[in-house]
């Protein structure tokens, strides 16, 4: 009964460099959330997914930043030409319908050299 | 838009005692969730304990219960018999009832004497 899967653990990438973030829901969870938190501070919600449907988006900036949920295989979370202010705790939560809770993955951890 | 706000930075407790966590938040939805997760030094988010906001009856889960005041806005988490492995970040999240995302706190980091 596997959780929510978030791969890598760490990424480390240089400046300008892109990063992929990979999120494999739990299984039957079709709705997907990402969360960014940096250091000493709570999570913000970035992005809430839905198969193949971007639902709300508005906690993702505007530019080099982007994401997935494909009808098979795991949800992305992309970021195109990386800067020092993106490292941080990048989370992804999936739940069932209804009302039920979001379970969170144990986040990618993205450091910008 | 919703906000929470947890006012306390940091908390310390003896273990085996009782601390409570504070909450505060704000929203315009009619039907909501609160929850707290805790957030030890491994980085998981670990959902504690969850409180529909439509229910009066405070939510209980073993050691951990809730104190919510709605007319307040208030949602503060007690943690009786404090043990070691209670040592942790603690989130208070409410949710956006349209898309279920979660609003955080800043978080309060529980420590626990032996």
């Known amino acids: 009964n596997a959780g929510v899967m978030q791969n890598p653990r760490h990424l480390v990438r240089r400046r300008g460099q892109e990063a992929r973030l990979r999120c494999s829901p739990v299984k039957g969870h079709s709705h997907v959330y990402w969360y960014r938190q940096l250091p000493e501070e709570g999570l913000k919600f970035m992005v809430y997914l839905q198969k193949e449907n971007i639902i709300d988006e508005s906690g993702m900036p505007k530019e080099r930043f982007s994401a997935e949920f494909p009808k098979e295989g795991p949800s992305i979370l992309r970021i195109q030409q990386v800067v020092r202010g993106d490292s941080a705790a990048y989370f992804c939560?999936?739940?069932?319908?209804?009302?039920?809770?979001?379970?969170f993955g144990d986040g990618t951890r993205l450091s910008i050299l | 838009a919703q906000t929470v706000t947890q006012s306390q930075p940091e908390m310390s407790v003896q273990e085996a005692e009782t601390v409570t966590l504070s909450c505060t938040y704000d929203t315009s939805e009619s039907d909501y969730y609160l929850f707290w997760y805790k957030q030890p030094p491994s980085r998981q988010m670990i959902l504690v304990i969850r409180?529909?906001?439509?229910?009066?009856q405070n939510a209980t889960e073993n050691r951990f219960s809730v104190n919510f005041q709605k007319a307040a806005k208030s949602f503060s988490l007690k943690i009786s018999d404090s043990q070691l492995g209670d040592a942790a970040m603690y989130f208070c999240?409410?949710?956006?009832?349209?898309?279920?995302?979660?609003?955080f706190g800043g978080g309060t980091r529980l420590m626990v004497k032996p």
């Open positions: 409180q529909e906001a439509y229910k009066q």
């Open positions: 999240a409410c949710n956006n009832n349209a898309g279920n995302m979660l609003t």
């Open positions: 939560a999936s739940r069932g319908g209804g009302n039920q809770p979001q379970h």
